[in-house]
């Protein structure tokens, strides 16, 4: 780490120099992510000790996880774009700020109506850190070797902050309490900030003085705020329910809307030409249906190490931290074979060796042991790391620095639609898989209620596994060799041979 930390580069402000240390951004940008992707599952666990505490009724608890996720998903786009126009440090560090005292707010809750308003603020200030973390490093690192090697890193900490957070979760609830989960952001968020302001470069696309998009904006928020509503709420309407379909149907007028707005515009919010980049919208669409099985396996595969083998929130926790060494240990290996044998050869071994993981996690048995679980989670993870890097290039290679933002919005986007998607269809299967197993069922012993849950777990993860193989499906159906060279080029000692786009501003702040 060292060693990387010691090689600057040069940015240029306005007509100005100083030099930049492009791996300490990355450092930067990576503990800001983390923290986010961190909060998505550590409150998962603290469930059970938030509801005693404020004394949630079972029907409003879930909106400790909704409150965030709707806002989260829906100005995640809006948020990638408004780096591009005003600045992506800029957007970055208001992020870190909402962040940071949604977070505080939280922690000093006293109703259970506090901290869903705060929960959703920081789902905001998420929406803001995410999508303008991962454009500064696109900015910062030239398409080739060394952006491969930055993605592995983000990739590692986006995938892998998952798993730390149920550990996380478990700890602090259960040495100090449910607060400190959301404490514990505050002295993170402000290392973030105090670092971001002296050493991340400001960077905006030429498109900083063009008229804002302010029908876009309402349509494209409003729609997809709506859509990730419905999506959380369809299991308790009812799938097909007319409260359910009509919201979709509202949630599709609203982006249609959008669609005509920005076709029409002079100077649209979406440069819907964006989606004609070929690796853009393979790698997007691969990362919904992946988010998608990858959400919804942290989901069932932490309901069956408590509720059947019984174990406790902090030995659940720890049962998931080899996934994160997983996922840091594939995404290192691929970052590396990326440059060797390509990108597609990569991404496809990764999703192989998910579906296979996802497929063992359909054998495990009511009596089961932790060895059993560990294979397929060690296969997922380390797979998901082998899956990330690629995905992560893919969606953001050959985009014009005017558009780093929106590439970065969009990809959040996917993710998050995608898992929330997925864990509401795949909650739903099992759910009906449970039921009906109970109502065939000649007792209702222990072991028969264990072997229905299960059931209904084991549906689940085959769904996850038909996901994570439509993604091999997509990859061989979209991509070609010339959608993926700009990627695999290195030049003269593994330097990029990658020019950043010739409209790009990039400004330090030092």
């Known amino acids: 780490m060292a060693a990387l930390l010691e090689r600057p580069i040069e940015a240029v402000a306005r007509g100005s120099k100083s030099e930049t240390n492009r791996w300490l951004v990355l450092v930067i940008v990576c503990l800001a992510q983390f923290m986010v992707i961190l909060d998505a599952t550590i409150v ?35 948020g990638g774009r408004a780096g591009d126009l005003i600045g992506r440090k800029r957007v970055f560090i208001a992020g870190l700020i909402v962040f940071s005292l949604a977070s505080l707010l939280n922690g000093l809750s006293q109703s259970g109506e506090m901290l869903i308003a705060g929960r959703a603020l920081q789902g905001l200030g998420a929406a803001l850190v995410s999508p303008a973390a991962l454009s500064v490093l696109t900015t910062t690192f030239s398409e080739g070797r060394d952006r491969a090697r930055a993605m592995g890193v983000w990739s590692s900490i986006a995938a892998g902050g998952g798993a730390v957070g149920l550990l996380a979760g478990g ?32 960077s905006t696309g030429s498109l900083a003085h063009r008229t804002f998009d302010l029908a876009g904006a309402i349509s494209v928020t409003g729609g997809l705020v709506l859509l990730v509503f419905t999506i959380v709420k369809a299991q308790s309407f009812g799938w097909t329910s007319g409260k359910t379909l009509g919201l979709f149907a509202a949630s599709a007028v609203l982006l249609l809307v959008f669609v005509v707005v920005e076709s029409k515009s002079r100077n649209p919010l979406v440069r819907l030409r964006i989606f004609a980049l070929r690796s853009l919208s393979a790698g997007n669409t691969i990362l919904l249906l992946v988010a998608s099985g990858l959400f919804s396996m942290f989901f069932f595969a932490s309901l069956y190490v408590q509720e059947i083998l019984g174990y406790s929130a902090l030995k659940a926790g720890l049962a998931f931290l080899p996934v994160a060494f997983g996922i ?55 797979g998901m790391g082998f899956t990330f890097v690629p995905i992560t290039l893919l969606a953001t290679t050959g985009v014009a620095n005017d558009d780093a933002g929106l590439a970065s919005g969009l990809f959040n986007t996917a993710q998050q639609v995608g898992g929330s998607l997925g864990l509401a269809i795949l909650s739903t299967l099992a759910a009906n898989r449970t ?25 689940a993860f085959l769904a996850g596994a038909i996901l994570m193989a439509a993604g091999i499906v ?29 409209d790009a501003t990039v400004a330090s702040i030092a």
């Open 171 to 202: 700890v602090l609830t259960t040495t100090l309490s449910w607060q400190w989960i959301f404490f514990v952001n505050v002295p993170i968020g402000a290392i973030a900030l105090v670092a971001a302001l002296r050493f991340v470069p400001e």
């Open 44 to 78: 998962n666990v603290a469930l059970p000790s938030i509801q005693h505490g404020l004394r949630f009724s079972q029907e409003n608890l879930q909106w400790v996880i909704n409150g965030y996720t709707l806002l989260f998903g829906g100005f995640l786009l809006l």
């Open 474 to 502: 997509i990859e061989a159906a979209i991509l070609r060799k010339r959608d993926v060279e700009r990627i695999e080029v290195d030049g003269p000692e593994g330097e990029s041979q990658a020019i950043s786009p010739p």
């Open 435 to 459: 039921g009906s197993v109970l109502h065939g069922a000649t007792s209702h012993t222990r072991f028969a209620l264990f072997t229905a849950q299960l059931d209904g777990f084991h549906l």
């Open 328 to 382: 840091g240990i594939g995404a290192g290996i691929a970052q590396q074979l990326v440059r060797k044998i390509g990108v597609r050869p990569v991404m496809t071994t990764g999703l192989i060796m998910a579906t296979a993981g996802m497929l063992l996690m359909t054998r495990l048995p009511v009596h089961g042991t932790y060895p059993q679980l560990l294979v397929g989670l060690l296969l997922i993870a380390i």
